[in-house]
């Protein structure tokens, strides 16, 4: 029976997929979980806040993250592609003290996971509170942290996820009419190239810089994403085991190579789409909101924020609006649940590896313990910090100090350990280099006067 299990899943991965044009979309997965993973906190309140307090000069910062940051993203889904294993893997092989690389992963989520689930979270709950008027932040904080850890442990959000892509379409076309109506002054475009950090802007540029298009460490989560779908070369390592990965029958190939392009296609698509929304979040942000005497503040930032629809498309675009928003932050919200949990355990049993005389240590228990921390970071959070505009940012401004170091890590997982066919080619090696050095110096340049140090 195994003999024949085995051939079944050979002769599957030998009708390798379609991704020829537009069938690609079908393929489509963890590449667009990145991008919805930040679209929430860094769309709907860090790029809007951007542009109502310092109008256009902000701008430069999208184009700086978005390119600089790409390949960090893009390397770890690219390592999974060409394995079959989860990046995390690679990192226990990297020289030095031992799996240095894994406890700072380890560190990076705890840190960021218990920061950030603040800020995403009080984003959530301003919607809702945005949309009923009474209440608190942390009563609907306290539902939706709830909510999303016992949809995620039961296995019923499936649905619910496809209600909310419908309402994030909405959103999106909502967006791009806002954006078209509202119009852009050509004097806009002149910031693209000019870099500069206003007085006061520090933290905004951090949070920018961090959430844009979502946390670097994410890139883990799209691989361990991946590992779980046994698609491409993941189903190969399994079916035939590790010396697959370097010597891929023939027949087999066209599988793989399928499913590594469709990878990369997937990601590429939701970082440009991330890229496109976040510019526009910002201007419309700018064209609306920067005139006004009283800037945005607490959870009045969700309303003002609907205010840039309702006051370039109409009265009616609100309820559409607070549906579409409510969508992409609860989405984001059920990522980040799953995200940094996932992560979290599979780092700890990949430092301590599970044995038959320690039952309760086991990715799952481990998954648990880590949405329960979540809970109570997310209630602490509101309870002192009541206010996403500063929380989302400031969390923002925490995975940006770290993003070289995870940057550099992917590299060289990628160069030592991905088969020379997928290896990234000369330019995206150069780029990566680049990337690395500037996302260096802008740290080192925009963190100490986010900190108040210059």
């Not at 008027?133 to 999303?148: D, E, M, N, T």
């Not at 010597?247 to 793989?256: F, G, M, S």
């Not at 559409?320 to 979290?344: C, E, N, W």
Request: proline share 6%.
């Amino acid at each position: 029976m195994v003999h024949d299990a085995e051939a079944a899943e050979r002769r599957e991965m030998e009708q390798h997929p379609d991704v020829r044009g537009i069938r690609i979309l079908r393929f489509l997965g963890p590449g667009l979980l990145v991008a919805m993973a930040g679209v929430g906190t860094s769309h709907l309140v860090t790029a809007p806040l951007a542009g109502a307090h310092f109008e256009f000069a902000l701008l430069w910062v999208l184009p700086v993250a978005f390119l600089f940051k790409w390949q960090g993203f893009e390397l770890a889904m690219r390592y999974t592609a060409a394995t079959g294993e989860s990046i995390l893997a690679a990192y226990t092989r990297i020289p030095g003290p031992k799996n240095w690389a894994v406890w700072a992963v380890l560190l990076a989520t705890v840190i960021i996971g218990c920061t950030a689930v603040g800020a995403i979270v009080a984003a959530a709950a301003a919607v809702l509170w945005a949309a009923f008027g009474v209440g608190s932040l942390l009563f609907y904080g306290i539902v939706l942290s709830l909510l999303a850890v016992g949809l995620l442990l039961a296995g019923k959000y499936r649905g619910l996820e496809m209600v909310n892509k419908v309402l994030a379409v909405i959103l999106v076309i909502g967006t791009v009419v806002a954006f078209v109506i509202g119009g852009v002054r050509a004097e806009a475009w002149g910031h693209l190239l000019l870099p500069a950090i206003p007085a006061g802007s520090a933290l905004l540029v951090a949070g920018l810089m961090g959430w844009m298009p979502t946390d670097l460490s994410v890139g883990v989560w799209a691989s361990l994403w991946m590992k779980n779908k046994r698609r491409g070369m993941v189903r190969v390592r399994e079916v035939l085991g590790p010396q697959a990965v370097e010597n891929t029958p023939a027949e087999v190939r066209p599988y793989a190579d399928a499913w590594f392009k469709a990878s990369l296609y997937d990601f590429r698509l939701g970082h440009i789409v991330s890229w496109i929304m976040a510019t526009m979040y910002l201007l419309l942000g700018a064209m609306i909101l920067f005139t006004r005497a009283e800037k945005p503040e607490g959870a009045g930032t969700i309303l003002a924020i609907s205010n840039i629809f309702t006051n370039t498309v109409g009265p009616w675009m609100f309820p559409v609006f607070i549906a579409g928003a409510s969508a992409a932050l609860f989405s984001t919200v059920l990522i980040i649940f799953d995200g940094f949990p996932r992560t979290f355990a599979a780092s700890l049993t990949a430092l301590v590896e599970p044995r038959a005389d320690r039952p309760w240590w086991t990715e799952r228990t481990l998954m648990r313990l880590m949405m329960g921390v979540m809970v109570v970071c997310s209630i602490i959070a509101l309870t002192v910090f009541p206010n996403p505009a500063f929380l989302v940012p400031a969390a923002g401004a925490v995975s940006f100090a770290i993003s070289p170091v995870l940057f550099a890590v992917n590299l060289y997982v990628a160069l030592k350990f991905i088969p020379a066919r997928y290896r990234p080619s000369r330019f995206v090696i150069v780029w990566s280099w680049i990337s690395i050095v500037a996302l260096t110096l802008l740290t080192l340049w925009i963190i100490p006067q986010s900190l108040g140090w210059l």
